[in-house]
T-cell receptor
Framework: DAKTTQPTSMDCAEGRAANLPCNHS???????VYWYRQIHSQGPQYIIH???NNETNEMASLIITEDRKSSTLILPHATLRDTAVYYC?????????????FGKGTTLSVSS | GAVVSQHPSRVICKSGTSVKIECRSL??????MFWYRQFPKQSLMLMAT?????????EQGVEKDKFLINHASLTLSTLTVTSAHPEDSSFYIC???????????FGPGTRLLVL
């Protein structure tokens, strides 16, 4: 699976949008982009995933560039409870037996 | 989203004893479950892939005789840490993918402390 590069940490003010970037310049055509987050001392939580179209759900929006070499996770109105480590992972579709491999992620700190 | 549970949530044991951790997919069937380990201030590291009805596949450096994995049904996988030592103290997290699904869901984790 392709590697991803994320900033180590980011800060965001409560109520503002948090935009978390991810570079995946070696992504191949059949790899999805997944975003998970891990709040301290909990298991990772699925946020969103996409292939090439932008995606939105109740938690976040995912913007993938046209060349698919980078993406941005957007939390539209960050709250204190969004403080967590956010992981961007790329994975080939259709391989049920293949686990997600985690990098170091971005530590997002939301403050009031 | 799909729910994965783990039991116990935390356990303290003496060095040399064995500890069993259960992972269940509550509202879906999973032919494949995954076990991860996370040390403080580090990311999750994949330990093994557990397939229902067959032997688990272990990642390089993970001792299969020390970390016994059993995946007896489509909703239950267990990880047994045998002869635990203080260096096995860690946060163990299981994960599962539904039949035919793409998204991987994670349990809440089990914190193991070996004294």
């Amino acid at each position: 699976d392709a590697k991803t590069t994320q900033p180590t940490s980011m800060d965001c003010a409560e109520g503002r949008a948090a935009n978390l970037p991810c570079n995946h310049s070696t992504i191949s055509g059949n790899e999805y982009v997944y975003w998970y987050r891990q709040i301290h001392s909990q298991g990772p939580q699925y946020i969103i995933h996409g292939l090439k179209n932008n995606e939105t759900n109740e938690m976040a929006s995912l913007i993938i560039t046209e060349d698919r070499k980078s993406s941005t996770l957007i939390l539209p109105h960050a709250t204190l409870r969004d403080t967590a480590v956010y992981y961007c992972i790329v994975r080939v579709a259709g391989q049920a037996g293949t686990a997600l491999i985690f990098g170091k992620g971005t530590t997002l700190s939301v403050s009031s | 989203g799909a729910v994965v549970s783990q039991h116990p949530s935390r356990v303290i044991c003496k060095s040399g004893t064995s500890v069993k951790i259960e992972c269940r997919s509550l509202d879906f069937q999973a032919t494949t479950m995954f076990w991860y380990r996370q040390f403080p201030k580090q990311s999750l590291m994949l330990m093994a892939t557990s397939n229902e009805g067959s032997k688990a596949t272990y990642e390089q450096g993970v001792e299969k005789d020390k970390f016994l994995i059993n995946h007896a049904s489509l909703t239950l996988s267990t990880l047994t840490v045998t002869s635990a030592h203080p260096e096995d103290s860690s946060f163990y997290i299981c994960s599962a993918r539904a039949l035919g699904g793409e998204t991987q869901y994670f349990g809440p984790g089990t914190r193991l402390l070996v004294l």
